[in-house]
C-alpha cells in the first residue's frame, strides 16, 4: 500500500508522536492524570476507537462475522479504532497485534487481549460448578490464579470470567460456568476467583483484569432456555440476583460485562438501572462495563433498537462502555454525537474507565508486558499448574451415596469392570468452555485408574456421540444403538465391581446448551440398568456440567458420586478418591431434582401460606413429586462421619452475635467437613426463606478429632433489600441451624 521509505517515514514520525504523547502522559502524576493527558490530545473517532472491542481473527465464540470483515478489521487496527480484541491468545499473535497498533496508529494506545479464561487457560482445573463443590475458598482462589499466570504468559491480560449468575434452573446450560444456587456461596466464590485472576497487582505481568459477568438476570432466563427474558421482581433481583456483582465490585473487579437477556423489559445492556444507577452511581464502580458478543446489535432483534445507531445511542447512553462485535459504536457513535443524540461526555466518561484500566495494567509503561516467549514456554502446561488442577479437581467431587461401604476401593482390588463410553473420553472433562486449551488433553478415568491398578477391564457399552463434537455444533447423540450392551453386560457378570461413568458430554453444558430433560442422554441409562440385572456393585461417577435427575440410581446404586467435569487433572483425581488416597469433601453447590418438573428447584424457599400440612390436600406440593430435592444443596459425604453437638448462641452483642458448635470426627479416616450454618428471620416486612446459608467454614479433623468452629452474624448477615433497594436489618427472632447440609443440623435461636 505505502512505498518502503514512506513507510519507513510514517514509522518514525509514528514512534516520534507516540514518544512525546508517552512522555507528555508521563509527566502526569496519578493514573486519572494521565488519562485525563491522553484523552485531551484524543480526536472523537480515536475516543470511540477505544469503545470498539473485535473479535480476533481465528477463533468464535459467538456468531461468526460477516465475509469481508477482517480486513476492514486489520485497517480500523492501524487506525487506532479499537481498544481491545477478544479471542486473540499466543504470544506471536498478541505480539503481532500490539506491535500494529502502538508503532502504526497515531497515539499508539496498547490493546487489551480478552479471552474466556473461564477456569484454567491451557491446564484446565474443573468447572466453575465444580469448584464451587469444593467450598474451598483458597483451593478456588488458587485456581483462577495459576489461570491468570498461564493465560497472561500466553499474551492475555484480561479474562470475562468470575460469571456470578446465580440460577436455581439446571435446564440452563450456564449454570456449569456459575457458583450454583446460593447468593451467599456465590459472594464468596466470586470474590475468591477475582482475588485469583487479578492477584494484588494488576501492573504484574502474571496478574490480569477480571470480569463480573453478566449484568444481570442471565441466570433466571425464563424456562431455563439461553438468551431467554428474565422477568423477576426487586426482592429476588437485590436479595438474590446482584450481591455477587456488588461482592465483586467491593473486591475491586475491573470490568462487568452485561448480559444478553432483557431484564424486566429492557435489554441488560441498554439498562440505566443496572449500569449507571446501580453499579456505578450507587455502588462505585470504577471500571468499566463490555457488552456481551453483539448484545448491542440484538437489541434490535429484541424489538427495542429500531437500528444499529439507534441501539449505539441507547447502549452508550445506559452505561455499556465498550462494544463487543456489534460494530454499533465503530460505526455509529461519531455521527449520533455530530447530531447531538449523544453527548460527547458520555464518551469521555467511557474512554476514562477504558484508558484506565489499561494503565493500571500497566500498559503504557511496556504494551508488551505480557508477551514473553520464555515465559510462555516456561509457564504453559507446567507440572505445578498440573498439581493445582488436580488438587482442586479432588476436592470439587461430592459423594451422593456410599452404601454397603463399596468405597474407598482396595488398592487390591480385583476384577475391576469399568463401563461406560465416558470413561475413555478425554475431551469431556475439559467442560464446554475449553477455548484456548487443546482438545483431548484430560486425563480420562480409565487412565486415571491405570495409576492405580492394571487389574481392570473396560467395556464402552455403547457410542455416546456420533459424528463431530464442537463447540460451534450442536451434538447427535446416539439414541438407539445398544450392540455393545452384550460385551458390557457379560464383563459386569464376571467382576466383583463395576465402575460406571455416566453422563453428559461435555458440550451438553455450557453456552446455548439448554436442556428439557435431566436424565442421562442418549442409551446410557438403559446401560446402567442392564449391567445393574447382573451385578449390584456398581460404583456410578457421574459427569455433568449440570444437576441431573439421578432417581433410578438413587434407588439401586449402592455409591454415587459428582465428578462434574473436572478439568485436565480429572482421572487422577477420581482414582485418588476410589483407592482411598483422598477422602471426598465437596458439597453440592445446586439442589438434584427429583423430577425436572421441580426445576427452578432452590433449598431457600419462602414457607408460603400453606406449608405442609400432613393429612390434608390444601398445601403447596405436587400431587405426583415431593417437594423436596433428592439431593439437597449442601450436601455431600466423607469416608469419615462428623457429629455436630454442643450448639452455643451468644447473643448478648447484637451487632456481632456468636455462633459456636462442636464437630466431631466419629471414625477411624481424618476428613474435611464443610459446617454451614443457615439463619431463618421468622417475621419481617417481607417474607423471609425458611433458611439462608450465612456462613460456612471448611475443616480438616483427624480421626476422632473434636473441633469448636464459630460464627459471627453482622447486619450483613441478618439484613436484607427491600424493594426499593436499601438494605434494612430488622428486629427480631432468628432460628439458627448449624450442620452438615441444608437439610441436616443442629438448631438453635436468638432474638435480634
Ligand atoms: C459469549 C458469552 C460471554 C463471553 C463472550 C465472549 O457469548 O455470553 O460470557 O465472555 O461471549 O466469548
Not at 508522536?17 to 494521565?34: G, P
Not at 458478543?293 to 444499529?308: F, P, R, V
Not at 456489534?326 to 447530531?339: G, P, T
Not at 500497566?362 to 508488551?368: A, E, M, T
Request: net charge negative.
Amino acid at each position: 500500500m505505502f512505498s518502503d521509505t514512506l513507510r519507513q517515514r510514517l514509522l518514525v514520525f509514528s514512534i516520534g508522536l507516540i514518544a512525546m504523547t508517552t512522555s507528555y502522559i508521563a509527566s502526569a502524576d496519578t493514573i486519572d492524570d494521565k488519562v485525563d493527558a491522553l484523552l485531551a490530545k484524543m480526536t472523537l473517532p480515536e475516543k470511540i476507537g477505544q469503545m470498539n472491542q473485535y473479535n480476533g481473527f481465528w477463533d468464535v465464540t459467538g456468531p461468526a462475522p460477516s465475509e469481508g470483515d477482517a480486513e476492514k478489521k486489520f485497517s480500523h487496527l492501524t487506525q487506532g479504532l479499537v481498544g481491545s480484541v477478544l479471542n486473540v491468545s499466543g504470544v506471536e499473535q498478541v505480539r503481532e497485534l500490539q506491535k500494529l497498533v502502538v508503532e502504526e496508529s497515531r497515539l499508539g494506545i496498547p490493546l487489551m487481549f480478552g479471552l474466556d479464561v473461564i477456569h484454567g487457560h491451557k491446564t484446565l482445573s474443573p468447572i466453575p460448578l465444580a469448584e464451587a463443590a469444593s467450598w474451598d475458598l483458597q483451593a478456588i482462589e488458587k485456581s483462577a490464579r495459576v489461570a491468570a499466570i498461564e493465560s497472561s504468559a500466553r499474551g492475555i491480560n484480561w479474562t470475562f470470567a468470575p460469571m456470578v449468575d446465580i440460577s436455581r434452573d439446571a435446564r440452563w446450560g450456564r449454570v456449569m460456568e456459575g457458583a450454583g444456587e446460593d447468593t451467599y456461596l456465590g459472594q464468596k466464590v466470586g470474590v475468591a476467583r477475582v482475588k485469583g485472576f487479578q492477584g494484588e497487582d494488576l501492573s504484574k505481568p502474571d496478574t490480569i483484569a477480571a470480569t463480573a459477568k453478566h449484568l444481570a438476570g442471565y441466570g433466571f432466563s425464563e424456562a431455563g432456555r439461553d438468551y431467554n427474558l428474565v422477568d423477576v421482581g426487586n426482592y429476588t433481583l437485590y436479595n438474590v440476583i446482584l450481591p455477587p456483582f456488588k461482592s465483586a465490585v467491593d473486591a475491586g473487579v475491573k470490568t462487568v460485562m452485561n448480559s444478553f437477556n432483557t431484564l424486566n423489559g429492557v435489554p441488560a445492556t441498554a439498562s440505566k438501572l443496572l449500569q449507571r444507577d446501580i453499579l456505578k452511581t450507587q455502588w462505585g464502580f470504577d471500571g468499566f462495563i463490555i457488552s456481551d458478543w453483539a448484545s448491542t446489535k440484538e437489541m434490535i432483534y429484541h424489538g427495542y433498537s429500531e437500528d444499529l445507531k439507534h441501539a449505539a445511542e441507547q447502549a452508550v447512553k445506559a452505561g455499556s462502555d465498550m462494544d463487543m462485535e456489534s460494530y454499533a459504536y465503530v460505526n455509529h457513535l461519531q455521527e449520533l454525537v455530530q447530531e447531538g443524540k449523544v453527548k460527547e461526555s458520555h464518551i469521555d466518561d467511557a474512554v476514562r474507565r477504558i484508558l484506565k484500566v489499561k494503565f493500571e495494567l500497566g500498559l503504557f509503561d511496556d504494551p508488551y508486558r505480557y508477551v514473553d516467549d520464555a515465559r510462555e514456554t516456561e509457564q504453559v502446561y507446567n507440572a505445578a499448574h498440573s498439581q493445582a488442577a488436580l488438587d482442586m479437581a479432588k476436592r470439587s467431587i461430592v459423594m451422593l451415596k456410599n452404601e454397603q461401604n463399596l468405597l474407598p476401593l482396595s488398592k487390591e482390588q480385583k476384577k475391576i469392570a469399568v463401563i461406560g463410553p465416558l470413561a475413555e473420553d478425554k475431551n469431556s472433562p475439559l467442560g464446554s468452555w475449553r477455548i484456548g486449551s487443546d482438545d483431548n488433553t484430560a486425563v480420562s478415568l480409565l487412565e486415571g485408574l491405570a495409576n492405580y491398578t492394571h487389574d481392570i477391564s473396560y467395556q464402552k457399552g455403547a457410542d455416546f456421540i456420533l459424528g463431530e463434537q464442537s463447540f460451534i455444533k450442536e451434538l447427535v447423540v446416539n439414541e438407539s444403538d445398544t450392540s455393545g450392551f452384550p460385551d458390557a453386560v457379560a464383563l459386569a457378570k464376571e467382576s466383583d465391581v463395576v465402575i460406571m461413568m455416566l453422563g453428559e458430554h461435555g458440550f451438553h453444558s455450557g453456552e446455548a446448551r439448554s436442556r428439557t430433560k435431566l436424565d442421562f442422554p442418549g442409551v446410557q441409562q438403559e446401560l446402567l440398568e442392564a449391567v445393574y440385572a447382573v451385578n449390584k456393585n456398581i460404583v456410578l461417577l457421574v459427569q455433568t456440567g449440570r444437576p441431573l435427575v439421578l432417581d433410578w440410581a438413587e434407588k439401586h446404586i449402592p455409591s454415587i458420586l459428582v465428578t462434574w467435569q473436572l478439568g485436565s487433572q480429572s482421572g487422577n483425581a477420581i482414582a485418588k478418591v476410589l483407592f482411598g488416597d483422598y477422602n471426598p469433601s465437596g458439597k453440592l453447590p445446586m439442589s438434584f431434582p427429583r423430577s425436572v418438573g421441580q426445576v427452578p428447584l432452590y433449598y431457600n424457599v419462602m414457607q408460603t401460606g400453606r406449608p405442609v400440612t400432613e393429612g390434608t390436600v390444601f398445601w403447596s406440593h405436587y400431587i405426583d413429586e415431593r417437594n423436596d430435592a433428592l439431593f439437597p444443596f449442601g450436601h455431600g459425604l466423607s469416608y469419615s462421619h462428623f457429629t455436630y453437638s454442643n450448639l452455643r448462641i451468644d447473643d448478648s452483642n447484637k451487632k456481632a452475635i456468636k455462633v459456636t458448635v462442636d464437630v466431631t470426627n466419629d471414625s477411624a479416616m481424618d476428613g474435611e467437613e464443610v459446617v454451614q450454618l443457615y439463619i431463618r428471620d421468622r417475621v419481617a416486612s417481607l417474607t423471609r426463606p425458611i433458611k439462608e446459608l450465612k456462613g460456612f467454614e471448611k475443616i480438616s479433623l483427624k480421626a476422632a478429632e473434636t473441633e469448636s468452629v464459630q460464627f459471627t452474624l453482622t447486619d450483613d448477615e441478618l439484613g436484607f433489600y427491600q424493594l426499593d433497594g436499601n438494605f434494612v436489618v430488622e428486629n427480631g427472632d432468628f432460628d439458627v441451624m448449624v450442620g452438615t447440609s441444608s437439610m441436616s443440623g443442629i438448631a438453635g435461636e436468638f432474638r435480634l
